[in-house]
């Protein structure tokens, strides 16, 4: 049997093993959630042209030096300027056109007066107005390229299309991105115990979640699952649950359960050999891990069966590795550093990943403590529904005190 591997040995050979999937165009509507593939550049620039900031009256500052609320400057209005009009008007000495937000500054305006600031209402049909302040060069104009200029990177490769990713590429006027597609999964739930949830339980059986919890986080991680499975602990039903998970064109098989040292582990007893190898991690929960490769080059996954070292070892080894296949640049989740509100044990010699719930009540002082009062054991799938992060613990803390300052991964 090998030595403990760290973490991050065991994410490497992960990591290393994979090729991002290939990519393809789609327009801005059917790219949300997936991974820019290519820097976006901009089509055009944002602002388009120069646009007025306010609805009131493009003039020439030259004519304002003087204008007061005592002594208010006439200007002439020669144009009518909505939203959408591609009206230019020329603007002589003494003269201004009626504007509205976001309609183009004329050229000859070098300014825009808020209605606010003459003796109008814009609502009447005007051919004067009366301005009480003076103006500066460029007040209300929001100038041409003054957020991006036509070329300009909006999205950088690797970053997940959000809707404000896939907004700004709008308005930049790029109609379609270069993405990678979402990474198709596979769940196979191994263990004679298992039945499905609601299903009557005999002595000995447990309603089976981790096909519910792999489901859920891999919607969550952008990917699409095509087959999911639940089968006894016989390798006849195992293999053939993986062939049909080829058939349904799976990128990646995640298999639960059957990963010990015990009997009846009937993934490792189908799948380790030149291709698949099985290792103890250096964490807790989640010691044993499988992956590698099965016999049609289909990327598995040989987690724990346990629902919580399924969640800890899917944040750790499984979620980065989805993230790398569709071309993500970011591949860990937030991190952050909170005190404790109590104390708790560590596993010696491994690298602790505690369920945790975080307490807000105090905005000036969030605290972090166990989501169970079991801790991290691997069987507490109901402390699931109270845990939002993981408090870190390195593998060379023995102990957690209250009031430690500890690092929390956030998962929600």
Partial sequence: MSSLLTVEQHRARILDALVALPSESLPLAQAHGLTSATDARAAVHIPVFDNSAMDGFAVRSADLVTATAESPVPLEVV?????????????????????MTGSAVPTDADAVVPVEHTLAALQDSLARTDVTVSARVGQHIRRRGGDLAAGDVVVRRGEELTAYHLAALAAAGVARVAVHRRVRVAIVSTGSELVMPGGELRRGQIPESNGTLLAGLAAEAGAEVVHTARVADDPDAFGASLVAAADAGADVV???????????????????????????????????????????????????????????????????????????????????????????RTPPDRRQYLPAAIDRSDPGRWTVAPATAGGSGSHLAGGLARAEAYAVIPAEVDSVAAGDLVAVMLVS
């Fill in 79 to 99: 144009a009518d300027l909505p939203a959408g009009s591609p009206e230019d008007p020329p603007l002589a000495p003494g003269q201004a056109a009626r504007i």
């Fill in 254 to 344: 995640v298999c639960t359960g059957g990963v010990s040292v015990g009997a009846y582990e009937v993934v490792r007893d189908v799948l380790e050999g030149d291709r698949v190898r099985f290792d103890r991690v250096a964490m807790q929960p989640g010691k044993p891990q499988g992956f590698g490769a099965l016999d049609s080059g289909i990327p598995v996954f040989c987690l724990p069966g346990n629902p919580v070292s399924v969640a800890v070892s899917w944040e750790t080894f499984v979620r980065p590795a989805l993230g790398h296949l569709q071309g993500r640049r970011n591949l860990d989740r937030p991190v952050i550093r909170l005190p404790t509100s109590i104390g708790w």
